[in-house]
């Protein structure tokens, strides 16, 4: 069972950073594109970033580019998220997911990581984040 923990979380003030940390168990990590996605109340969950773990190969939302990198640590099972320049408005819950790749294949697309109805199956619970002005 696919099982995915967030955390890093917190209260930072505008311009400040924080470390996003995505546990997972319960599959092999190179099988799985994951992905981060965000949710303030009222609003739809929003994409992030991915990155594939076949490849490497990493995509990044327009309003986040450029300030936060997505990273992962193969031995500990873990994606990372970086957090820089933050903003208030990237106030929100950060939550991880996974997209299964079909055996043999590095095939993806960003609507995977844009949409959470797109591909995304497997969610973590979320961790909260809080930029003040």
């Known amino acids: 069972e696919v099982q995915l923990v967030e955390s890093g979380g917190g209260l930072v003030q505008a311009g400040g950073t924080l470390k996003l940390s995505c546990a997972a168990s319960g599959f092999t990590f190179d099988d799985y594109l994951v992905g981060w996605f965000r949710q303030v109340p009222g609003k739809e969950r929003e994409g992030v970033s991915c990155i594939s773990g076949r490849t490497g190969s990493t995509h990044y939302a327009d309003s986040v580019k450029g300030r936060f990198s997505i990273s992962t640590d193969s031995a500990k099972n873990t994606v990372y998220l970086q957090l820089n320049s933050l903003k208030t408005e990237d106030t929100a819950v950060y939550y991880c997911?996974?997209?299964?790749?079909?055996?043999?294949?590095?095939?993806?697309?960003?609507?995977?990581?844009?949409?959470?109805?797109?591909?995304?199956?497997?969610w973590g619970k979320g961790t909260l984040v809080t930029v003040s002005s």
């Open positions: 997911a996974v997209y299964k790749f079909l055996s043999g294949s590095t095939w993806w697309t960003p609507q995977i990581c844009n949409s959470p109805h797109y591909g995304m199956n497997s």
